[in-house]
């Protein structure tokens, strides 16, 4: 009941917000520090499409928490935790990226990797604390709306192997289903390490890029140290819920070639 009753009271709020973009859009704008959008030229394109994107988020959001709570069903609250939990990742990822470009800009520094080195990480001039939701509350976020948690590139988090192993078994106990053990700039030391710590600890092993864009010198997508056949046994892509999604896919695709086989 408690779970409905918040459900419900976030729906109205961002319902409300919904509202308040068609109704008073400069007042809902200058609530999330913007002003609106002008022209181009002596058009509204740019207002309208910036009220009528801001009004769909918001509604959407609201309705299907809403639902989610008259239905008592979480699956509706899969679409609002997507959308709140993708525009505070993208939102966090803006502001890295769009500061250091602007200090680029401005000559301060050369490079994006001397931005990060002397403004942005932990010591740098321009680092604020970042409010992060707990290990728990992230794991049960991707496995609500259906993901498999990864513990991304442990190896750069500056851990020794003491603490890099209670890690594992937080992540672990948190129901978390993998580590990253290779990706771009990974010593050999290193993955061989989380091969073993991956195994040891019972959980699958991933892999990624971490490509972000084109700018990123140090890595392109698909562009990471493989892994050998002993490890891929422990691979991700054993991993149940991603064995469930190719079936479905496989199933999808089967359908599609017989719906064309009689047409």
């Given at each position: 009941?408690?779970?409905?009753?918040i459900?419900?009271?976030?729906?109205?709020?961002?319902?409300?917000?919904?509202?308040?973009?068609?109704?008073?859009?400069?007042?809902?704008?200058?609530?999330?520090?913007?002003?609106?959008?002008e022209?181009?030229?002596?058009?509204?394109?740019?207002?309208?499409t910036?009220?009528?994107?801001?009004?769909a988020?918001?509604?959407?959001?609201?309705?299907?928490?809403?639902?989610?709570?008259?239905?008592?069903?979480?699956?509706?609250?899969y679409?609002?935790?997507?959308?709140?939990?993708?525009?505070?990742?993208?939102?966090?990822?803006?502001?890295?990226?769009?500061?250091?470009?602007?200090?680029?800009?401005q000559?301060?520094?050369?490079?994006?990797?001397?931005?990060?080195?002397?403004?942005?990480?932990?010591?740098?001039?321009?680092?604020?604390?970042?409010?992060?939701?707990?290990?728990?509350?992230?794991?049960?976020?991707?496995?609500?709306?259906?993901?498999?948690a990864?513990?991304?590139?442990?190896?750069?988090?500056?851990?020794?192997?003491?603490?890099?192993?209670s890690l594992?078994?937080?992540?672990?106990?948190?129901?978390?289903?993998?580590l990253?053990?290779?990706?771009?700039?990974?010593?050999?030391?290193?993955?061989?390490?989380?091969?073993?710590?991956?195994?040891?600890?019972?959980?699958?092993?991933?892999?990624?890029?971490d490509?972000?864009?084109?700018?990123?010198?140090?890595?392109?997508?698909?562009?990471?140290?493989?892994?050998?056949?002993?490890?891929?046994?422990?691979?991700?892509?054993?991993?149940?819920?991603?064995?469930?999604?190719?079936?479905?896919?496989?199933?999808?695709?089967?359908?599609?070639?017989?719906?064309?086989?009689?047409?």
């Open positions: 009941m408690i779970a409905r009753l459900s419900a009271s976030i729906g109205l709020v961002l319902l409300s917000s919904a509202f308040r973009w068609t109704l008073d859009p400069e007042t809902a704008a200058a609530g999330l520090a913007m002003t609106l959008v022209g181009p030229g002596d058009t509204t394109m740019g207002m309208n910036q009220i009528g994107d801001f009004t988020f918001f509604f959407t959001a609201g309705l299907m928490a809403c639902i989610g709570a008259y239905r008592n069903q979480h699956v509706w609250l679409t609002t935790l997507s959308l709140l939990g993708s525009a505070a990742i993208f939102r966090i990822y803006a502001g890295l990226v769009h500061v250091a470009d602007f200090l680029i800009q000559q301060v520094c050369k490079t994006r990797k001397k931005v990060f080195k002397q403004y942005l990480n932990k010591n740098g001039k321009a680092y604020i604390d970042a409010l992060w939701c707990s290990l728990e509350e992230a794991v049960e976020a991707i496995a609500s709306a259906g993901g498999i990864v513990l991304a590139h442990p190896g750069r988090y500056g851990l020794n192997r003491s603490k890099l192993s594992v078994d937080a992540f672990k106990e948190a129901r978390g289903d993998a990253e053990c290779t990706y771009p700039s990974i010593a050999i030391e290193m993955q061989a390490h989380l091969v073993k710590l991956a195994i040891d600890k019972g959980i699958h092993i991933s892999g990624g890029s490509f972000h864009d084109a700018g990123a010198a140090w890595t392109d997508v698909g562009k990471f140290p493989t892994l050998d056949r002993a490890a891929a046994q422990h691979g991700i892509w054993h991993h149940p819920i991603w064995l469930a999604h190719d079936r479905a896919l496989q199933a999808v695709g089967a359908q599609k070639a017989a719906s064309q086989a009689t047409l």
